[in-house]
């Protein structure tokens, strides 16, 4: 048996014919908004779904007997229900699981889970306007414990400038704040466009720099007319 979990989850993601990018898609269409890097690093053992994510998974994946696939204990309790059935299972399971009040304490994951609707902007829509967060052109998501509480609102980065930290399609939380230090990432708007970059403010002048070096950094001439709406959420 797979002792790996993103084996297990690679495995039947190929079985479904899907493509992680396909996979991705799919996930975020169930409120799920994950890259097909995210799913590479699900199954490559690099990170793990949270405990919705894995359960919305499964139910794409039409992973039934969920304790036989992965720890080869079957438990199949959702034998004999229609496809309906046991998707409304995995939605209960799922708001059971948002509520905070029924984790296994043996886990030792923090009980209560604080979920909150925060704003989501896409970075390549707001090209050309000038103040992020006055746009109504933004998503509400439904968030728990896997974002930092100190978000207040994120945004989906474009491009491959701020990898390997940072991926094409990611959604990255911000905290809102007006002022960053030396080598902090976080988002900025200066004539007329907003950045997601690090920023360089030295003597020498500030500039706002890509983690991929093979990018040119971006001269802020005049530092008094950019604006920083905030930075990476910890």
């Known amino acids: 048996m797979q002792s790996n979990l993103g084996d297990i989850i690679c495995s039947f993601r190929k079985k479904k014919g899907l493509s992680q990018r396909d996979f991705a898609a799919l996930l975020s269409k169930r409120g799920v908004r994950v890259t097909n890097q995210a799913v590479s690093k699900w199954e490559s053992g690099a990170s793990l779904p949270n405990a919705v994510q894995f359960l919305i998974i499964c139910d794409i994946l039409d992973i039934v007997d969920i304790s036989g696939a992965f720890s080869n204990r079957s438990y199949d309790f959702l034998k004999g229900l229609s496809g309906d059935g046991k998707r409304l299972v995995v939605e209960y399971a799922a708001m059971l699981l948002d509520s905070g009040l029924y984790d296994d304490p043996a886990l030792g994951t923090p009980r209560g889970t604080k979920i909150r609707t925060l704003p989501v902007y896409d970075l390549e829509t707001a090209a050309g306007k000038d103040r992020l967060l006055d746009l109504t ?71 706002l720099q890509s983690i991929d070096s093979t990018y040119p950094d971006i001269i802020v001439s005049s530092p008094e007319a950019m604006i920083t709406l905030g930075k990476v959420a910890e």
């Open 137 to 207: 052109d933004y998503v509400l998501m439904r968030v728990g414990n896997e974002v930092p509480l100190s978000a207040n609102f994120g945004v989906i980065v474009h491009g491959d400038s701020m990898g390997p930290d940072f991926h094409d399609g990611e959604t990255v939380w911000i905290h809102q704040q007006q002022k960053l230090e030396h080598a902090e990432v976080g988002v900025f708007t200066y004539e007329g466009t907003t950045y997601f970059k690090r920023l360089r403010d030295r003597v020498g002048g500030t500039r």
